[in-house]
């Protein structure tokens, strides 16, 4: 049996801490933190993690836990905590007890014929959701421009349920550092509320972009300049629908027109 | 002016209290709650509130707030009351300065042609998603199965932008009360994962209902019974789509079949 962990000066919990916390501490160390016994898995599945925190008593309580504890056991950076201890490190309400740091995956788009472009999406569990959405249906590169949420918190993880192990990221750059590499597409697209094209008379079998734009005011002057707007019409007396809910409708239909 | 509300005991906090806090005491008076200036804005334009508490120096500070407040003042059953109070009874972190009751609106749909059915989903974010989505799509009628978040609780009333003063609702019922209603249409379509029906091979141009079950456990046993089992092909490792993603994914397919 290891020792357990229960002072916060440990370097595990302090690591795990500050990568939780701040940005600026991820983009600094090049890792993230996961949570929970699905996410921790799918993390060993690709790489060995820096620092494992665990409440074994929590694990042994399911099969899946069991599984998961008999794996971060033979892990050299793991070690067993208390309940008390995680639940300080945790952001979500109730911890399922384990927590890790772990590298930002190293990933490449093969090639780009359906690139996600996030223009100020500020919504932590919308960034998270479009991230699962673009997995799906197909998407070669997610950009989150600066003016996004983080694409590495932990809010943003939890909700893309493991996309952030598979679909190439770039996150916090602006149009001028992105451009050249999305020269080779044909076209890119931005969502708007007013637009006299609708989504489903864009071709999106050429190698395209699609930009998502702010919750309250759409994307930036920049990206209208650059990209051609299309819409989704709308019944009813609506204004405009949840951006995670606009950029997957948008994205199923690229993924639709792509299987015929 | 009006005597500042500031006693717990006085009838319109009591009221919205025990409509925030309570869905038996939303069935019983047949009354909800909506928060926040474009919210109320909306309430007042399709009906006469039952109370109305807010806070004059908070609806000031915006041109939006002064429009509102000069029409609340003209309510019987409006009255100032004090942040404090008012952040009581809110459900939001930062309150507009403005709450309301308002009776259920009493709609009925003009034909049956979309439905949607809530199967147990249980997410208030989720269900509220749902219903500002299926009014953007053109669904006729919103059906909560036994089990669905309460579609009156304050979170769904909040993500669903509007939607619950413009789409017919009927919650809390099971399959047995309600088949009857949807006995005109020609099919009933669950969203699955495993079907080998995609849902892009369905004529949604026919008078259908539309089943999204719960986050974990999918529709039920007795959706499975009465219904087609429709899947979103997914790409990648993702296991599924957020429940919220996948119906508004099949309703705007509808909406485009039905476009042309």
Redesign the interface.
Known sequence: MRDLITSTANIHVKRIRSLVRSRKERHRERMFVVEGVRLVEEALHYQSPASVLYVPEQLQATPRGRGLLSQVERQPNAAPTTPGLLAELSDVETSQGIIAAVPLPLLTPPTLSLVLVLDGVQDP?NVG?LL??A????VDLVVGLAGTADLWSPKVVR?A???HF??PLVDDVDWAAVRPQLAALTAIYAATQQATL?Y?QVDWRQAVALVVGNEANGVSAETLQLAHEVT????????S??A??AG??LL??A??QR?R
Do not use: C, H, Q
Not at 135 to 138: D, T
């Open positions: 569990g959701t699962r959405s997995e799906a249906a197909g909700a349920m493991g996309a598979r679909v609708t489903d989704i019409p709308m019944a009813g007396a609506v204004e629908l949840n995670a809910i997957s409708v199923f239909e993924a639709r299987r």
